[in-house]
Every structure is written in structure tokens, then in C-alpha cells.
């Protein structure tokens, strides 16, 4: 049998994970993703198949900017970012689903972000 890969190792961890962690109305799920270039976080809610805010380094605020590259300043940025939209939304609790990857680095960052801006999870 073949090694796993690092891509297929995280998918796994993210369908284990996904078992347990779902999103309610009440309690919404913060999704995160680390591509090799961008930073995507989502607060869905998973009874109705609706995403509530989202936030990526795609977006014409951070596409702009000579200094977004996928580290860890940038998932701060994110992170506040994404907090700051939830509470617009009236969303402040939510749980936290990593996707996959391991916390640290950047999903801590963009987590510790999420929950000094107002996100409680």
C-alpha cells in the first residue's frame, strides 16, 4: 500500500473531524482552508446549507495588497476580518472546524484573531 500523502492525510483528519463538528443555527461552524496562495474562512450553517459570512484572500481588499501572501499575518488579518462579520450578523458563537489541519501556525493565528475580535468557540 502506498504512503499517504500530506493532501490525503488532511482530507482524512477533515472527515473524522467532520463527524462530530456541525453548524446550527444557533451555533454556526467557522471553516478554515489553507490553499498553497490563499485563506479562506466560512460561518455556515449546516441544517439550512447556507454560508453566513465569508472572508478569503481572494477579495479585492487583500488581492490588492503587495503584502498578502498565506502566513500568518495574514490569517490575523483573516481571522478579524471574518469576526467582524459574524458580529455584523448578529452571529457570535460559533464552532470551530480546522478542516483538516493541524492547530498551529496559521490556524491558531487566524482562530486566536477570530476570538480576540468576538467570536466565542
Given at each position: ?40 474562512a466560512q460561518v455556515i450553517d449546516d441544517q439550512a446549507g447556507r ?71
Amino acid at each position: 500500500m502506498p504512503t499517504p500523502t500530506t493532501k490525503s492525510r488532511i482530507e482524512i483528519r477533515h472527515r473524522r473531524i467532520r463527524k462530530r463538528v456541525h453548524g446550527t443555527p444557533e451555533r454556526p461552524r467557522l471553516a478554515v482552508h489553507f490553499s498553497g496562495q490563499h485563506i479562506y474562512a466560512q460561518v455556515i450553517d449546516d441544517q439550512a446549507g447556507r454560508t453566513l459570512a465569508a472572508v478569503n484572500t481572494t477579495e479585492k481588499d487583500f488581492a490588492a495588497s503587495k503584502e498578502t501572501r498565506p502566513n500568518v499575518a495574514t490569517a490575523e488579518k483573516v481571522g478579524r476580518l471574518v469576526a467582524e462579520r459574524s458580529l455584523s450578523s448578529n452571529i457570535r458563537r460559533v464552532v470551530f472546524d480546522r478542516g483538516g489541519f493541524t492547530y498551529h501556525g496559521k490556524v491558531k493565528a487566524l482562530a486566536e484573531a477570530a476570538r480576540a475580535g468576538g467570536l466565542e468557540f
